[in-house]
């Protein structure tokens, strides 16, 4: 079983950054893609950001193209999400995921078969 632990969020004012980074415990973390999902009170889970197996392809929401980068270090097993210029609409509980059957990118949640336990993070006006 893989185990995903997030970490580096919290509350920042609006137009600051925040750097969140996912650990991953899986043998083949290094050939499988990787995602960030966040989900706001009420609302459904939406995705951030993916980066294929190897990090040379990526891919991002529109609300946050240009404003978030999300990279992956495959010695160390883990994936950074690198948030800029941050909004109060970013607002959220951040999820980093993995997908076994899946190298290259993909925007969807079902495509991804293991989850981290989310990490708040909160952008006051």
């Known amino acids: 079983q893989v185990q995903l632990v997030e970490s580096g969020g919290g509350l920042v004012q609006a137009g600051g950054s925040l750097r969140l980074s996912c650990a991953s415990s899986g043998r083949a973390f290094s050939t499988d893609a990787m995602g960030w999902f966040r989900q706001a009170p009420g609302k459904e889970r939406d995705f951030v950001a993916t980066?294929?197996?190897?990090?040379?392809?990526?891919d991002y929401a529109e609300s946050v193209k240009g404003r978030f980068t999300i990279s992956r270090d495959n010695a160390k097993n883990t994936v950074t999400l690198q948030m800029n210029s941050l909004k109060p609409e970013d607002t959220a509980v951040y999820y980093c995921?993995?997908?076994?059957?899946?190298?290259?990118?993909?925007?969807?949640?079902?495509?991804?078969?293991?989850w981290g336990q989310g990490t708040q993070v909160t952008v006051s006006s």
């Open positions: 980066i294929n197996w190897s990090g040379g392809n990526t």
């Open positions: 995921a993995e997908s076994r059957r899946f190298a290259g990118i993909t925007r969807q949640a079902p495509d991804y078969d293991y």
